[in-house]
């Protein structure tokens, strides 16, 4: 299993990166580099892993060496938490509005992300439903609805060393 940032050429894509100042604009959760589980604007779902890769591009990734019985469980964890969830528009229009105000006149991003929604995911909230011996809970407290998919990536390297 692994978590993968990306990119791509497409316009939505450019803009995120573009206002962010990131490289990236997008995560993922990769099992066996066949499936990844990913939150857009149509919400959480299933893709084949070769077919997201024809329209992103990986920047960076972690990769989790688990045992299949972990991997399964990490699976499991997944789909009961993610799988058929709507996306959360509220949280990413504050956040797009947030950015904005960052890029435009240098206001830093706040903590929290008060029109986040529980039962509504963002593609970096996937990691919260992550195990614990996966994800570290300091990481959990932190509000991901408000991080970008670069600021959860580099949260995650500094926690994992």
Known sequence: MKIVWVRSNKLFSKLIMWVLEEPVSHMAIVFDNKIVFHADLMGVRLAWYPTFLKTHQVVEEIDFDLSLQDEEEVYQSIITANDGKPYDYGAFAYFTYRGLLRKCFGTPLPEKNPWGSEDRYLCDEMVEVLPDWIIPQS???????????????????????
């Open 139 to 161: 990481v959990k407290e932190v509000d991901i609805g408000m991080k970008s998919p670069w600021q959860v990536y580099l949260l995650l390297k500094a926690t994992l060393k």
